[in-house]
């Protein structure tokens, strides 16, 4: 994962600071996005500061998003998935798909827009699943307000 992250995720030293390695900068990112732990604990944890685990789980995030999510998280073969469900008990489905909120601060401007039926800043991730629990489509971003019916009538899946 290092390799394969490394061209979006190398920084030099300065003459400030020694850079932070990017071993650890994706083990800090991965640690914090597996485990419910705050981000002071984290920061304990791999002994750097709060900002600094903030900063490494967007820049990993993002590189993932940039370098790996279309090479990984891909349809695939239908039949294949549909031929695995069938033998499962539930024949012509071609995936399991379901939303789930995920909680945020809330935004500066739209607020509302983001408060979902629960009560809470969330905005809504739409994944896609084939018969071996390997995900085959992510859809994230939108605000907690809208229904999953509307995020999935406007993700690429739809279409």
């Not at 984290?42 to 600094?52: C, D, I, L, W």
């Not at 790996?68 to 069938?86: C, E, H, P, R, Y």
């Not at 408060?115 to 085959?136: C, E, W």
Request: proline share 4%; glycine share 8%.
């Amino acid at each position: 994962l290092c390799d394969l992250l490394s061209p979006a995720l190398k920084r030099q030293d300065t003459r400030m600071r020694a850079a932070l390695r990017i071993q650890k900068r994706v083990a800090i990112a991965l640690w914090k996005l597996a485990t419910p732990d705050s981000y002071r604990s984290v920061a304990n944890q791999f002994e750097v500061g709060k900002s600094t685990v903030g900063v490494a789980v967007m820049q990993v995030a993002n590189a993932i998003v940039e370098l790996l999510l279309s090479k990984v998280v891909t349809l695939g073969n239908v039949q294949v998935m549909i031929d695995g469900f069938a033998a499962m008990g539930f024949p012509n489905c071609g995936g399991a798909i379901d939303g789930t909120h995920i909680p945020i601060l809330g935004p500066d401007h739209q607020a509302s827009q983001y408060i979902n039926r629960k009560g809470y800043f969330s905005m809504v991730l739409q994944a896609l699943v084939d018969h071996k629990g390997r995900f085959t489509n992510i859809n994230v971003g939108w605000p907690g307000k809208v229904h999953d019916a509307r995020v999935f009538r406007n993700s690429g899946l739809f279409r």
